[in-house]
């Protein structure tokens, strides 16, 4: 949403710079709360204490509490934000911040600090706490004698170097003299069975280490009421209508047959009240496909309609691996669990530090069932839905504006769906997708994501950069700035194996060109000649002009493939930045790191 032409203003130059950098990517409900803060600024007579409603208490760092989190895909930043709010009902001092956000010039001072923070494909930090992480590991941390700290790590035990983020951060503070109040977490995919002890008890210490504040309360006068939590959200999703399940790609005969499936699928929101901004995502509670049900199943001769109660909760052992259980994705815990049942030395060789590749080619590559089928073990249908992770929602980047689509939402969703020798597999959320017909309801929910967000001078330029699904985003994006009039370039950068069969999207884009809407195409189709050729070929190829309309102020976007495109096209960038800004690889990341800090270089990843 672009920023509204400001009138005769008291403010100095600066401050409107300060404004509009306060004011950048928020959305319509954060716009009115920091209205209404800001009235009550005005009321008070400009004083913080008496415009913000919450305890009057010391604000020096000894008397309060922080808490820092980088998230990816939002569950860092949600358990934080449970901290936080019990923290404050508690009555304790307490500052949440972004790992972005956070002034690391003020490490030195503070008393109280827990880091919620994720670990993202081989060991990376978050986008957002990877400032803060070099920081702390740098030569440039000071010593914190004086700090109390506390660490919960996000990860996925698929990856060898498992909350890897949280690892290095809670040894580093510890090296560097901080005192570690507590064991740090480790939370798998199924985070709630570690995150819940922690955060518990880290609300007890941070009780016991800080004194409530007085009760005496300020409050504020906000312009219009404050908005209400959503009806609909993760823990209450909206059963959204499907309206449409159009295949993309095409399967033509002959060298060009595509290998993928991919979908656009159009959702309806009417009566939801759910809202979303381009770079949002759309979570979905899958199930899991009947058929692999069944065959876990049959393969462990269980009885689908045994009741099982486990956690507080009695249901048919069949709904629990339907609804409740992922079967798709295979974990290291189960992994060590099915080894004991099947008393397999094999399994329990893959299990030895020395055999991390062969777990991780096992964990990527097999399903629960390949397990099952592979090594035959007893399990009781109670040990069977202990052992098996919690079912977790699946997040799809948002590939429409609602300022053209009004109550509905768009998703480009690649269906995956593959041969084995033992059957076929799925994948819960893609095959749930892909299957639904014309009316079904699907439960869904909108994760937002402040950190991909369109510029909110709509002058500014955007490069966009998004090889097969990960074009996603950008078609929102496009849609977006045309429904605003943004004077800025689109230049779009995407790649997959074929232009005959892969090119997604191929008419809207074509027509934007057209039409004015995108200014800029570069496409990359990998198996079309006889070398491959991917968009950071086509980078480097562009280099000259990428450098140039950066240094004119555009902001950068990738989206997709974190484990090696992302990657790929970063080391792209830095080459070119490198080349044509004359500079060394070492100034071109600080380069990259600075639009990262200034909000012009965005990635979502996954």
Not at 44 to 55: F, K
Not at 527 to 546: F, P
Request: hydrophobic share 40%.
């Amino acid at each position: 949403m672009s920023a509204p032409a400001l009138l005769a203003t008291p403010l100095p130059a600066d401050r409107l710079d300060s404004l509009a950098r306060l004011t950048d990517g928020l959305d319509k409900d954060s716009l009115w709360w920091l209205s209404g803060y800001a009235a009550g600024l005005a009321r008070a007579g400009g004083g913080l204490a008496a415009a913000v409603q919450a305890p009057v208490a010391d604000a020096r760092s000894g008397e309060r509490l922080s808490i820092v989190y980088g998230s990816q895909t939002g569950n860092a930043k949600r358990l934080a934000e449970q901290l936080a709010g019990q923290a404050e009902a508690a009555g304790l001092n307490v500052r949440l911040l972004r790992a972005d956000a956070y002034p690391t010039r003020e490490l030195k001072n503070e008393r109280l600090l827990y880091l919620v923070v994720s670990t993202q494909g081989d060991g990376d930090p978050s986008d957002d706490a990877r400032g803060l992480v070099e920081f702390i590991a740098g030569k440039r941390a000071p010593e914190l004698k004086q700090l109390s700290y506390a660490v919960l790590g996000l990860g996925d035990s698929s990856y060898p170097q498992f909350c890897a983020i949280g690892h290095k951060l809670d040894a580093r503070l510890a090296e560097l003299g901080a005192h570690r109040l507590f064991a740090r977490g480790d939370a798998d995919l199924d985070l709630e069975t570690v995150a819940a002890p922690w955060l518990q008890q880290a609300l007890a210490q941070a009780k016991e280490t800080l004194k409530p504040a007085a009760a005496h309360l300020a409050t504020v006068t906000p312009l219009r009421p404050l908005p209400s939590a959503p009806a609909h959200h993760r823990d209450a999703p909206f059963a959204a209508e499907l309206i449409g399940n159009q295949r993309l790609t095409q399967a033509i005969a002959g060298r060009y047959r595509s290998d993928k499936d991919v979908r656009h699928i159009e959702l309806s929101l009417e009566g939801s009240g759910l809202h979303y901004q381009p770079g949002d995502a759309l979570g979905l509670w899958p199930r899991n496909p009947p058929q692999l049900v069944e065959a876990v199943l049959h393969t462990l001769d269980l009885d689908g309609d045994a009741a099982v109660a486990h956690a507080g909760q009695e249901l048919p052992l069949r709904q629990w691996l339907s609804e409740k259980r992922e079967l798709t994705k295979l974990a290291r815990p189960f992994v060590a669990s099915h080894a004991a049942h099947a008393r397999s030395d094999e399994l329990n060789r893959l299990l030895a530090p020395d055999q991390a590749a062969a777990l991780t080619d096992l964990l990527a590559n097999s399903q629960v069932i390949d397990l099952l089928q592979r090594y035959d073990g007893h399990w009781s249908a109670d040990e069977l839905v202990a052992a098996l992770r919690p079912l977790t929602p699946r997040l799809y980047s948002i590939a429409s504006s609602q300022k053209l689509v009004g109550d509905e939402v768009h998703l480009t969703v690649a269906h995956l769906q593959y041969e084995t020798a033992a059957g076929t597999r799925w994948g819960a959320a893609s095959h749930q997708l892909a299957s639904a017909a014309e009316g079904d309801r699907l439960p869904v929910f909108v994760e937002h994501n402040e950190r991909f967000r369109l510029p909110a001078d709509g002058s500014r330029d955007v490069i966009m950069i998004g090889p097969g699904t990960g074009v996603a985003p950008f078609r929102g994006f496009v849609q977006e700035r045309a429904a605003d009039g943004a004077g800025g370039r689109n230049w779009l950068l995407f790649g997959n194996p074929h232009f005959r069969t892969d090119f997604l999207y191929q008419t809207e884009w074509q027509a934007a060109l057209k039409s004015g809407q995108l200014h800029r195409l570069d496409l990359a189709f990998s198996r079309d000649q006889s070398h491959k050729v991917y968009v950071q070929h086509r980078l480097r190829e562009r280099g000259r002009e990428l450098y140039d309309w950066l240094q004119n102020g555009a902001h950068l976007y990738v989206c997709g493939d974190a484990t090696r495109m992302a990657k790929d096209v970063h080391a792209a960038l830095v080459a070119a930045i490198a080349e044509h800004g004359g500079k060394s690889a070492e100034d071109a990341e600080d380069y990259l790191n600075q639009l990262q800090q200034q909000g012009r270089y965005a990635r979502d990843v996954y």
